[in-house]
């Protein structure tokens, strides 16, 4: 049976009734991170900015998880206003200029004031 281990980062917000990812040997799965900043616990004003910041910290939990942005094979993405599909797709190809990872992507409501979360798996490279 494989091993799981819990992915922590202090680059990237957190709360304690979660984990920020869950690893094993061949995969790195992160819980849902929005635009927070984790140092000064902000959100940005512009929606791209909140996205850019919601991927920063993916970023920042696929490394703590020895993965990247390119590792990643499927992402799961909730906005809140389908108006903002565009500007969104318009950010996220700056964070997966290749090869896409799969993607699910659905507007509903968030907690708090988010308008944007994003979730991925990635494949973890032998090296």
Partial sequence: MPQ???VHTSDA???????????????VLTSGQVGLEPVEGTVPESFTDEVRQACRNLQEVLRAGECSMADV???????????????????????FPGNKPARTTIVAGLVGPFRFEIEATALKTKG
Avoid: K, M
């Avoid at 917000?13 to 995969?27: E, H, I, K, M, R």
């Avoid at 993405?77 to 318009?90: G, I, K, P, R, W």
């Fill in 4 to 6: 799981a281990s819990i």
């Fill in 73 to 95: 094979v499927r992402t799961f993405c909730v906005l809140t206003d389908a108006s903002q599909l565009a500007e969104f797709n318009a950010e996220y190809i700056n964070w």
């Fill in 13 to 27: 917000p957190g709360l304690p009734v979660l984990s920020q990812a869950v690893a094993t040997d061949q995969f």
